[in-house]
Each structure stands twice: as structure tokens, then as C-alpha cells.
């Protein structure tokens, strides 16, 4: 699993990716791309693993031995007035020795985060128990892999595995399940998997790509962090903090704005390849970071459902069938295999050692487990009758940008204005209307509460009064990222080696073809036929031998030298199938073609083709990039590939070569 930012907002500004150890490609750590002899490391999306490379080296670099106590549970956390004013009691228990001790603080952070445990499965169960159900339910964060869904080891040979909860977590599952089932599916059988993934949410979901275009003439393609936080869409004066409701007006202005990163246009009327149209979809619109996510709904191995799951009911033959609520009814689900659901945690269990005082004073109520507590001072860490007390990461959503504007206002309070909780305006009445909605109206509740990571940054820059980091950039020029802005105590050092590569990549995706080969891979996956008119022309003059279809089949990658992989089947009338193995690699941003067989397990065995871009030339009414494929010795070849654009996704193939030229469409 990656990460759904780029490793430009997923960072703190005193450490920069490229100073973490370990996090190097396995080969050498050094590559280069074709445009140049630069670096591309580490990744723009860093891997699970590698985010937990760089946590560590952020805590060996500037946590000192014995700042950490483990194995020590917090049992209470009291407010105790004394002669000097407030003193926090902290009573904890060691949890390998049992015995239970009591400390004085003059200050406390809460970190506990609001995901204390998953939250149940949010349905009634008809004719069985959830201990001894025959089928395995599963909560998101404890899915490895397609088996850990299955009751015998061995994955079904029918039915519909079910996926419960939107955003990111219900798309990122629900993708996973089906790269896992992809991966398992025999490519002669593309699109007729045996199983399906029921996918149902309570919003309409659109799934915006990690690179999409940056506009222009040209097909430039960046990564989606810099179209959604770049300063150069805000008008000059201070940028505030915004927070609020979603209403039909703004439901419209952000299904709007998806569209035209999706598809290219301006208005969202009509139907978008993306999901239905704006006429069909009501509430907020919940857009989900997945680059595969709507390719397996059009290839039908995911059936999205808005709705409500409300029971699960075992079936005679130890399957389960799901009672939905929708619109415009009840809608049930047979022969389930398998239940994940991803709907969120349970908060209480972090708060419960807050004393009954604090938790009065925070107004919380656990029935909100996504707004607990009444934050409404200082960067949404406390409310102003707790100057002693910082929460940090309890606001929804946090960004790391945000967590580290959150640890910087604690430790500027605390050290320097101890009295200080200054409320933030118009948040408490903001906590009040989104507990409201909550409780009687969810479709107005936008994705995330204090979503607005721009406002946020620049507000809390300037009420800390950061220095910034602006480099080549103007005050109202390029993308947001907390190395963007420091304080005394960071070091400039690793905020400006941040910042000089975030210029480097933004102009890079600026001028040259750099991520179209990633674009273009990402959008390969389906089936794509011969256009009718070349079809007719090809059959009458080659006698029924022109190639019908190309399908892409998504697999896990069989080499650790690629990071993306696809089995293609080019099927021929009179000539049989063709296999081959597509590969995207990062580091190279280049495509690779090996040809493969039935009778090698379709494993890569022989490097054909590498896809090399120019820049895209813009024609009227499509976009298209070209490839020219080169041999594996080296030397050029006949043959060249081009790829028409509508936003992010590709509508046609082009293959020239060999004195002819095929086109494909969807």
C-alpha cells in the first residue's frame, strides 16, 4: 500500500525524504531518467514500509534516549489545583510489573489519536452469531490478502465478497480485494472473474488518480497534490482557514472541479465516465486518491451500491445474503463469502483516562466518534479553559503539515505564554452544527471536517509567525508542504533540500513528459477493440487476420525492477492469441514490453519494447502523447505508439509499424 499524498505533503520540514536512509530502490539506490542524469528516489508515493523507514529516522534523529516510556498505560489524567495554579496527575500503571505510580506535570500533550479500535460491524445479524459465523467478517485494517477472506484457505469459485464504508479506506480495500482476485484469475478469462466485490457506501465516490493533468497546451501530467494545494489559485491577502457544511451550491463547485480533473471539462452536467450525473447523486461528494478503483468497476469485478447495509442473514448453504437500504428501496445481496468492513474506530477508548472535569470542559461525547471533543482553540489542540492542555491529531483528517503546526503551537504556548488558549473564530459553532448534522443529517457532513489543508497552513504560519521557504517560488507561486514553512528551532537545511526538490519536480512536470508513461500505463487496464472502420478495412485486405482486441489484465508484479505490471492478450482472427507482460517503472518512468506464454506461466522472458515519450502535442478536440519503442539492444524501432487523452484517462490506442497502423478504443 502507498501513500494517497505525495511524499511533498506526506513529510515534516525539519526532515527531508532524501536524507532517510533504507528507502532506496533494493538495487543500488541510484537511478536516472531519460531526460537527464538526476536522481528519482525516493518514490513521489512512498510505500507503507518506507513511511515507516522515515518515522523512525525522524525519532532516532531528534528523540533522545529515555523520552520514550514503553510499557506504560495511562490509567487517569486529573487536573489538580494547587498553590502554584494547575498541575496535571498522571497515574500509570507498567504494565509488565503491575505496579502503579503517580507523576506531576505542569503541562499535558495528548497523541492518542482518535482510532482507539476498529468500530463493530454496524448491522443486525439474522440466524447466527458473529463468533461462530461459517464466513470471515474482517475489519479493514486487518486485511493483508484475499485468503484472510476466505473460510477454507481456498477462494470460492462463486459468489460476492462484501465491502462496507467509503472513503479512502472502503476504496482502498475494495481495490485491494480486487487486484488480489485479478492476480489469481486466469488471464484466459479476462473479465469473468468468478467473484464479485459489492462495494456499498453511504455517498456517491469519485476516484481521482494519484497524477493528473496540469493543463495547458501540451499533456503534462503531476502529481494530484499540486493541483489540489497550489498558492497560485488564491488571490493575494491573507488566505483563511474555512470550515462548514457542505450545501448544494458547493456540492456542485467540487463536483465540478473533480470533473475537470477527471475528464477535462469544465461543468459536471452529463454522465462522467467517472459516475453518474450530477442530477443523480445528492449530499457530499466523496473523492477517493486510487488510481485503479473505477478501471475494476468498468471491468464489473466491483459493483459500487450507495446505500446501507442493515442485516446480514445466513442462507441454506452457509453463505449470507445483505439487506440494503437505498433510495429508491430495499435491495438484498446473495451468496456472500466474505464481509470487510472499513467503517472507522471507535474514540473513546484513547479519552477514558481524561478526568470526568477535562472531558466536561472539552464537551465530549463519544456518539461522535469523528468530532469527540470541542477543539476550538489554538490550531484546534484545546479550548480556552485549558491553557494547560494540548490534543493533537484529534482533528479529522490531520495532515502531517498540520500535526507539526499542532506540535509547534503546544510548545509555544506552553513555553512562552502558559495562560494562552486563544479561540479560534467561529470553530465552536462549527463543532456544534457538524454534531447536529450528525445526528440528523449526514448528507450535508462534507468528507473532511477541517479539510482545508491551504487555509490551515498558511493560517497557522502566520499566528506562529514561521519563517518560509519559498526558494524560487513566489508567496503566491507552487504547492504547499510543511517544509514550506519553519521555526527557529527547524532546520533550514532540511526544508530547503525538501523544497529544492519539489521545484525541481514541479517544473519538471511543467516541461518535459515526465509521469505520462505513468498516466498511460494507469489507464491501459480493460479491454480495447479494433475501431469498426480500420477492422473493415484490414479484414477485406488481410484476409481476417487483423488483431481484434487488446485486453490488460492487473497482476502483482513478478519482478522487484517494476512496480506495476499488466499480462496483455492481443487476440487475432486467424493468427490465435499473443501474450506479453507490460511493466511501469518508476525510477526509468518508462514502459517496458517482454513477450511471454501459456507454456512459462506467462512470466516475462524476453525484453521486446521500451516506450519511451515525447512531449504530448495537443490537437483539436483530444490530446495525445507519442511513444517511440525502442529494442532491447538499444537501437530504435519501426514501431511507435500513440495515446489519445480526455483528462486522465486514455480513449484511444494508436500502433504504427510494420507498414500499418491500428487503432483501439474502449
Same mark, same amino acid.
Given at each position: 500500500?502507498? +501513500?494517497?499524498?505525495?511524499? #511533498?505533503?506526506?513529510?515534516?520540514?525539519?526532515?527531508?525524504?532524501?536524507?532517510?536512509?533504507?528507502?532506496?530502490p %533494493?538495487?543500488?539506490?541510484t537511478t536516472f531518467d531519460?531526460?537527464?542524469?538526476?536522481?528519482?528516489?525516493?518514490?513521489?508515493?512512498?510505500?507503507?514500509?518506507?513511511?515507516?523507514?522515515y518515522?523512525?529516522?525522524?525519532?532516532?534523529?531528534?528523540?533522545?534516549?529515555?523520552?520514550?516510556?514503553?510499557?506504560?498505560?495511562?490509567?487517569?489524567?486529573?487536573r489538580?489545583?494547587?498553590?502554584d495554579?494547575?498541575t496535571?496527575i498522571?497515574?500509570?500503571?507498567?504494565?509488565?510489573?503491575g505496579?502503579e505510580?503517580?507523576?506531576?506535570?505542569?503541562?499535558?500533550?495528548?497523541a492518542?489519536?482518535l #482510532?482507539a479500535?476498529?468500530?463493530r460491524?454496524?448491522c443486525?445479524?439474522?440466524?447466527?452469531?458473529?463468533?461462530?459465523?461459517?464466513?470471515?467478517?474482517?475489519?479493514?485494517?486487518?486485511?493483508?490478502g484475499?485468503?484472510?477472506?476466505?473460510?477454507?484457505?481456498?477462494?470460492?469459485t462463486y459468489?460476492?465478497?462484501?465491502?462496507?464504508?467509503?472513503? !479512502?479506506?472502503?476504496?482502498?480495500?475494495?481495490?485491494s480485494?480486487?487486484?488480489?482476485?485479478?492476480?489469481?484469475?486466469?488471464p484466459?478469462?479476462?473479465?469473468?472473474?468468478?467473484?464479485?466485490?459489492?462495494?456499498?457506501t453511504t455517498?456517491?465516490?469519485?476516484?481521482?488518480?494519484?497524477f493528473?493533468?496540469?493543463g495547458?497546451?501540451?499533456?503534462?501530467?503531476?502529481?494530484?497534490?499540486?493541483?489540489? =494545494?497550489?498558492? *497560485?489559485?488564491?488571490?493575494d491577502?491573507?488566505?483563511?482557514?474555512?470550515?462548514?457544511l457542505?450545501?448544494?451550491?458547493?456540492?456542485?463547485?467540487?463536483?465540478?472541479k473533480?470533473?475537470?480533473?477527471?475528464?477535462g471539462?469544465d461543468?459536471?452536467e452529463?454522465?462522467?465516465?467517472?459516475?453518474?450525473?450530477?442530477t443523480? @447523486?445528492t449530499?457530499?461528494?466523496?473523492?477517493?486518491?486510487?488510481?485503479?478503483?473505477?478501471?475494476?468497476?468498468?471491468?464489473?469485478?466491483?459493483?459500487?451500491?450507495?446505500?446501507?447495509?442493515?442485516?446480514?442473514?445466513?442462507?441454506?448453504?452457509?453463505?449470507?445474503?445483505?439487506c440494503?437500504?437505498?433510495?429508491?428501496?430495499?435491495?438484498?445481496?446473495?451468496?456472500?463469502?466474505?464481509?470487510?468492513?472499513?467503517?472507522?474506530?471507535?474514540?473513546?477508548?484513547?479519552?477514558?483516562f481524561?478526568?470526568?472535569?477535562?472531558?466536561?470542559?472539552?464537551?465530549?461525547?463519544p456518539?461522535?466518534?469523528?468530532?469527540?471533543?470541542?477543539?476550538?482553540?489554538?490550531?484546534?489542540?484545546?479550548?480556552?479553559?485549558?491553557?494547560?492542555?494540548?490534543?493533537i491529531?484529534?482533528?479529522?483528517?490531520?495532515?502531517?503539515?498540520?500535526?507539526?503546526?499542532?506540535?509547534?503551537?503546544?510548545?509555544?504556548?506552553?513555553?512562552?505564554?502558559p495562560?494562552?488558549?486563544?479561540?479560534?473564530n467561529?470553530?465552536?459553532?462549527?463543532?456544534?452544527?457538524?454534531r447536529?448534522?450528525?445526528?440528523?443529517?449526514k448528507?450535508?457532513?462534507?468528507?473532511?471536517?477541517?479539510?482545508?489543508?491551504v487555509?490551515?497552513?498558511?493560517?497557522?504560519?502566520?499566528?506562529?509567525?514561521?519563517?518560509?521557504v519559498?526558494l524560487?517560488?513566489?508567496?503566491?507561486?507552487?504547492?504547499?508542504s510543511p517544509?514550506?514553512?519553519?521555526?527557529?528551532g527547524?532546520?533550514?537545511?532540511?526544508?530547503?533540500?525538501?523544497?529544492?526538490?519539489?521545484?525541481?519536480?514541479?517544473r519538471?512536470?511543467?516541461?518535459? %513528459?515526465?509521469?505520462v508513461?505513468?498516466?498511460?500505463?494507469?489507464?491501459l487496464q480493460?479491454?480495447?477493440?479494433?475501431?469498426d472502420?480500420?477492422?473493415a478495412?484490414?479484414?477485406?485486405s488481410?484476409?481476417?487476420?487483423?488483431?481484434?482486441t487488446?485486453?490488460?489484465?492487473?497482476?502483482?508484479?513478478? *519482478?522487484?525492477?517494476s512496480?506495476?505490471e499488466?499480462? $496483455?492478450l492481443?487476440? +487475432?482472427?486467424?493468427?490465435g492469441?499473443? =501474450?506479453?507482460?507490460?511493466?511501469?517503472d518508476?525510477?526509468?518512468d518508462?514502459?517496458?514490453?517482454?513477450?511471454a506464454?501459456i507454456?512459462?506461466?506467462?512470466?516475462?522472458?524476453e525484453l521486446?519494447?521500451?516506450?519511451?515519450?515525447?512531449?504530448?502535442?495537443? !490537437?483539436?478536440?483530444?490530446?495525445?502523447?507519442?511513444?517511440?519503442? @525502442?529494442?532491447?539492444?538499444? !537501437?530504435h524501432?519501426?514501431?511507435t =505508439?500513440?495515446f489519445?487523452?480526455?483528462?486522465? !484517462?486514455?480513449?484511444?490506442i494508436?500502433?504504427?509499424?510494420?507498414?500499418?497502423?491500428?487503432s483501439? $478504443?474502449?
Open positions: 500500500m502507498r +501513500t494517497n499524498l505525495c511524499r #511533498f505533503t506526506v513529510c515534516f520540514s525539519d526532515l527531508a525524504w532524501e536524507s532517510v536512509d533504507g528507502i532506496q %533494493p538495487e543500488n539506490g531519460q531526460h537527464g542524469s538526476h536522481e528519482i528516489s525516493p518514490p513521489l508515493y512512498p510505500k507503507a514500509w518506507q513511511v515507516g523507514q518515522l523512525q529516522h525522524y525519532a532516532r534523529k531528534y528523540l533522545a534516549d529515555g523520552i520514550i516510556s514503553f510499557n506504560i498505560k495511562v490509567l487517569k489524567a486529573d489538580v489545583a494547587s498553590g495554579g494547575i496535571c498522571l497515574t500509570t500503571i507498567n504494565t509488565s510489573t505496579q505510580s503517580q507523576s506531576a506535570f505542569d503541562f499535558l500533550i495528548v492518542t489519536g #482510532f479500535k476498529p468500530n460491524l454496524p443486525r445479524f439474522i440466524g447466527f452469531q458473529a463468533e461462530t459465523c461459517t464466513i470471515p467478517f474482517i475489519h479493514s485494517s486487518r486485511y493483508r484475499v485468503l484472510d477472506i476466505t473460510s477454507n484457505g481456498e477462494i470460492p459468489g460476492n465478497i462484501l465491502v462496507l464504508g467509503g472513503s !479512502h479506506s472502503g476504496g482502498e480495500i475494495a481495490t480485494v480486487a487486484l488480489d482476485l485479478s492476480d489469481q484469475q486466469d484466459l478469462k479476462m473479465g469473468a472473474s468468478p467473484l464479485n466485490i459489492v462495494h456499498v455517498n456517491h465516490m469519485f476516484a481521482v488518480p494519484s493528473t493533468q496540469k495547458g497546451d501540451d499533456v503534462h501530467f503531476a502529481p494530484l497534490d499540486f493541483s489540489l =494545494y497550489d498558492l *497560485s489559485h488564491y488571490a491577502g491573507p488566505i483563511f482557514f474555512k470550515v462548514a457542505m450545501n448544494a451550491e458547493k456540492a456542485h463547485a467540487l463536483k465540478a473533480i470533473f475537470s480533473i477527471l475528464d471539462s461543468t459536471p452529463g454522465t462522467s465516465s467517472n459516475g453518474p450525473s450530477d443523480e @447523486t449530499g457530499a461528494p466523496y473523492a477517493i486518491v486510487s488510481d485503479k478503483y473505477l478501471d475494476y468497476i468498468r471491468s464489473g469485478l466491483i459493483i459500487p451500491k450507495i446505500g446501507r447495509v442493515v442485516s446480514l442473514t445466513k442462507q441454506p448453504n452457509d453463505l449470507f445474503s445483505a440494503i437500504t437505498t433510495d429508491s428501496g430495499i435491495e438484498e445481496i446473495l451468496d456472500i463469502t466474505g464481509v470487510v468492513y472499513a467503517t472507522g474506530f471507535e474514540t473513546i477508548e484513547n479519552l477514558d481524561l478526568g470526568h472535569q477535562v472531558k466536561e470542559e472539552l464537551c465530549f461525547m456518539q461522535f466518534p469523528r468530532l469527540p471533543l470541542q477543539l476550538d482553540a489554538e490550531l484546534l489542540t484545546t479550548t480556552p479553559s485549558l491553557p494547560d492542555l494540548a490534543l491529531g484529534f482533528s479529522d483528517g490531520p495532515y502531517w503539515g498540520m500535526l507539526e503546526m499542532q506540535a509547534r503551537n503546544a510548545a509555544s504556548r506552553f513555553a512562552s505564554d495562560c494562552r488558549a486563544f479561540p479560534m467561529g470553530i465552536a459553532d462549527a463543532v456544534q452544527t457538524f447536529h448534522a450528525m445526528a440528523d443529517d448528507s450535508i457532513i462534507p468528507q473532511n471536517l477541517f479539510g482545508d489543508y487555509g490551515f497552513m498558511e493560517h497557522a504560519a502566520e499566528e506562529l509567525r514561521l519563517e518560509r519559498d524560487d517560488w513566489k508567496a503566491r507561486e507552487g504547492v504547499v517544509a514550506r514553512y519553519i521555526d527557529a527547524s532546520s533550514r537545511k532540511e526544508a530547503e533540500k525538501t523544497m529544492a526538490a519539489l521545484q525541481q519536480i514541479y519538471k512536470a511543467s516541461e518535459t %513528459p515526465a509521469f508513461a505513468r498516466a498511460v500505463f494507469r489507464s480493460g479491454i480495447w477493440s479494433r475501431m472502420a480500420e477492422r478495412k484490414d479484414t477485406r488481410q484476409g481476417e487476420t487483423a488483431t481484434e487488446m485486453a490488460f489484465h492487473p497482476r502483482r508484479v513478478s *519482478s522487484g525492477d512496480d506495476y499488466y499480462v $496483455c492481443e487476440r +487475432t482472427h486467424g493468427k492469441d499473443r =501474450y506479453s507482460v507490460w511493466r511501469y518508476e525510477c526509468r518508462e514502459i517496458d514490453i517482454s513477450s506464454s507454456e512459462n506461466g506467462l512470466k516475462a522472458v521486446e519494447q521500451r516506450l519511451g515519450f515525447q512531449t504530448g502535442q495537443a !490537437h483539436v478536440g483530444k490530446q495525445t502523447v507519442c511513444a517511440v519503442a @525502442t529494442l532491447a539492444d538499444g !537501437h524501432g519501426d514501431r =505508439y500513440s489519445d487523452f480526455r483528462g486522465v !484517462h486514455v480513449t484511444k494508436s500502433i504504427c509499424g510494420g507498414g500499418e497502423r491500428k483501439f $478504443c474502449r
